[in-house]
């Protein structure tokens, strides 16, 4: 589900607000999001985001911090598909991700920074629910992200609760 906001009102409505200074690519047909994240902070090993969108996603947002690698996918169709099922609002990528022809088709936010075709190694390795750093900006489990076209806010609070 899309929502009724767009990332420099939010930015002009809260100036106190934040924002990961990365380019980030849309891959999924949910061109703008948001929810609580969930943070990850892997690199080249997609063993916990395997994991986590297994789980209820209860409209949250998985916010990834791959390092930056454009070397190995942290994301493809598989696990977007099971993000998709499991009622997650979307994943915020500080790396890359595959299938991107499938990840368009699917109703969910995916931003990356890049694809490549070639899989991560299933190794057990990374920390989830920790603060991740993604473009000059930390990300705190809990804090809320909206992400659109222009980029992604992040706050430590709903900046649309009535």
């Known amino acids: 589900m899309e929502r009724d906001f767009t ?22 047909r949910s061109a703008s999001f948001c929810g609580q994240a969930v943070t990850v902070k892997c690199f080249e090993d997609n063993s ?4 986590l969108v297994q ?16 070397r190995r996918a942290l994301l493809g169709d598989q696990l977007a598909e099971k993000a998709c099922l499991n009622g997650w ?12 022809e499938i990840l368009a088709t699917l109703p969910l936010g995916v931003f990356a920074l890049g694809a490549i075709p070639l899989k991560t190694d299933k190794r057990d390795v ?8 993604i473009g000059g900006t930390t990300v705190h489990e809990g ?18 609760a009535p």
Request: proline letters at 4%.
């Open 7 to 28: 990332t420099p009102d939010l930015c002009d409505d809260f100036p106190d607000s934040r924002v990961l200074h990365a380019q980030f690519r849309s891959y999924g």
């Open 48 to 51: 916990l985001v395997k994991a």
């Open 55 to 70: 789980e209820p996603g209860n409209g949250k947002v998985i916010v990834v911090d791959g390092g930056a690698s454009l």
């Open 89 to 100: 609002m979307g994943l915020i990528i500080n790396g890359a991700v595959r299938d991107v």
């Open 126 to 133: 990374g920390l989830r629910g920790v603060a991740v750093d």
């Open 143 to 160: 804090d809320w992200i909206y992400a659109d076209a222009s980029g992604v806010v992040v706050s430590s609070t709903n900046l649309l």
